[in-house]
Antibody, heavy 116, light 112 residues
Framework: EVQLVESGGGLVQPGGSLRLSCAAS????????MTWVRQAPGKGLVWVAH????????SYVDSVRGRFTISRDNAKNLVFLQMNSLRAEDTAIYYC??????????WGQGTTVTVS | DIVMTQTPLSLSVTPGQPASISCKSS???????????LNWYLQKAGQPPQLLIY???NRFSGVPDRFSGSGSGTDFTLTVSRVEAEDVGVYYC?????????FGQGTKVEIK
């Protein structure tokens, strides 16, 4: 079964840092780009970042560029989101998703980040 | 950034009746590789989004055939031919052609 499980969320003060993790199973992790998408309370979906199969290329939405870093460990089937200089507006559920090359086709259940 | 505009923002549908959601993009979503990366997702209450349609009109694995997508360029439509109770939730279109990838505001579908 293809599965993504996020962890690492929690309550952090403004200006603080968190590192989110996403553990993948059930598919050849190293063959797929991976993404992070967030959803603020009661709001819509926002793509945050994605990373290429080998980690050599990544992209970010403007609102997090320079503060967040996406990375991956293909040996351990993990993708990470290092979040620094956190702001209240970063409060959201953060979803990890597998990118098939055509769409984000498998999503985790999400991990909640609260900046307050 | 590409702006994705969905209409309507809410929809109340009688079971067994059709429903359509429009999604318009501020620029063409036709990619240089000839593909159009317009996808549709459904987010049920308390759950992560689930992929329904990819590249305008392709149903994802396991998605019932009452869901269909159409369109090109900047205008796209998701149609549910006969709405069922399990189809309630918020529907999002999303473009993956231009960075940053962007979502529509969402359309909330409820059953009458």
């Amino acid at each position: 079964e293809v599965q993504l499980v996020e962890s690492g969320g929690g309550l952090v003060q403004p200006g603080g840092s968190l590192r989110l993790s996403c553990a993948a199973s059930g598919f050849t992790f190293s063959a797929y780009w991976m993404t992070w998408v967030r959803q603020a309370p009661g709001k819509g979906l926002v793509w945050v970042a994605h990373i290429k199969t080998d980690g050599s290329q990544s992209s970010y939405v403007d609102s997090v560029r320079g503060r967040f870093t996406i990375s991956r460990d293909n040996a351990k089937n993990l993708v990470f989101l290092q979040m620094n200089s956190l702001r209240a507006e970063d409060t959201a559920i953060y979803y990890c998703a597998k990118y098939s090359g055509r769409a984000m086709d498998v999503w985790g259940q999400g991990t909640t980040v609260t900046v307050s | 950034d590409i702006v994705m505009t969905q209409t309507p923002l809410s929809l109340s549908v009688t079971p067994g009746q059709p429903a359509s959601i429009s999604c318009k993009s501020s620029q063409s979503l036709l990619s240089s590789d000839g593909r159009t990366y317009l996808n549709w997702y459904l987010q049920k209450a308390g759950q992560p989004p689930q992929l329904l349609i990819y590249e305008v009109s392709n149903r994802f694995s396991g998605v019932p055939d009452r869901f269909s997508g159409s369109g090109s360029g900047t205008d796209f439509t998701l149609t549910v031919s006969r709405v069922e109770a399990e189809d309630v939730g918020v529907y999002y279109c999303m473009q993956g052609t231009h960075l940053p990838w962007t979502f529509g505001q969402g359309t909330k579908v409820e059953i009458k």
